[in-house]
């Protein structure tokens, strides 16, 4: 299985910081990444798909890039919101793999 | 709206079956593959099974193959995991997720609100 290795796995941050979360894959995926957000005792929730296209309703403040093995997620001006967990997943295989995730808090 | 529900989940001993349902309402669910992915808070989010808009292709996970298995009746609009032989480390929230688009690789746009698994002596 392709391994991804997320960091940071915690991220302290304040109302109006811009934020990035990294993502790497053990194998070149190319652009097959997608980005999701969680809340406590909720369903994640997809926010970008194919590395760097956002999901319908989202808020333009998230982006995403890259391609191959690395990848990143960025919240720009962070939202009282976007306090929450974020996963990366890869879906270049069937055997589909996430990252651990990254708890973004309130510094 | 579009939305996935799930049912089925509960407290059974290793060795049990549980089979879960998820419906499926406001969108067309015969023209889209589906997964199902649980999430525990020790091995995070985790792929388990998908099945083809048709029910002709499955995938599962080597973590559950020869004991778990996806199905669906689009008459019902209906996904199932049938799990046999569970086993202490099944023990997860279980989620019923629909593929973005029809055909190929693709994220997972929609997901249900899960049903808690747990398998205990």
């Known amino acids: 299985d392709i391994q991804m290795t997320q960091s940071p796995s915690t991220l302290s941050a304040s109302v109006g910081d811009t934020v990035t979360i990294t993502c790497r894959a053990s194998?070149?995926?190319?652009?097959?990444m997608a980005w999701y957000q969680q809340k406590p005792g909720k369903a994640p929730t997809l926010l970008i798909y194919?590395?760097?296209t956002l999901e319908s309703g989202v808020p333009s403040r998230f982006s995403g890039s890259g391609s191959g093995t690395e990848f990143t997620l960025t919240i720009s001006s962070l939202q009282p919101d976007d306090f929450a967990t974020y996963f990366c997943?890869?879906?270049?295989?069937?055997?589909?793999?996430f990252g651990q995730g990254t708890t973004v808090d309130i510094k | 709206q579009v939305q996935l529900v799930e049912s089925g989940g509960g407290v059974v001993q290793p060795g049990s079956s549980l089979r879960l349902s998820c419906a499926a309402s406001?969108?067309?669910?015969?023209?889209?593959?589906m997964h199902w992915v649980r999430q525990t808070p020790g091995k995070g989010l985790e792929w388990v099974a998908f099945?083809?808009?048709?029910?002709?292709?499955?995938y599962n996970a080597d973590s559950v193959k020869g004991r778990f298995t996806i199905s669906r009746d689009n008459s019902k609009n209906t996904l199932y995991l049938q799990m046999n032989s569970l086993r202490p480390e099944d023990s997860a929230v279980y989620f019923c997720?629909?593929?973005?688009?029809?055909?190929?690789?693709?994220?997972?746009?929609?997901w249900g609100q899960g049903t808690m698994v747990t398998v205990s002596t």
């Open positions: 997720v629909k593929n973005r688009v029809t055909s190929g690789k693709d994220a997972f746009d929609v």
């Open positions: 194919r590395a760097s």
């Open positions: 997943q890869q879906y270049n295989t069937f055997s589909q793999t």
């Open positions: 099945i083809a808009y048709d029910g002709t292709n499955k």
């Open positions: 194998q070149i995926i190319d652009r097959w």
């Open positions: 406001g969108f067309t669910f015969s023209t889209f593959p």
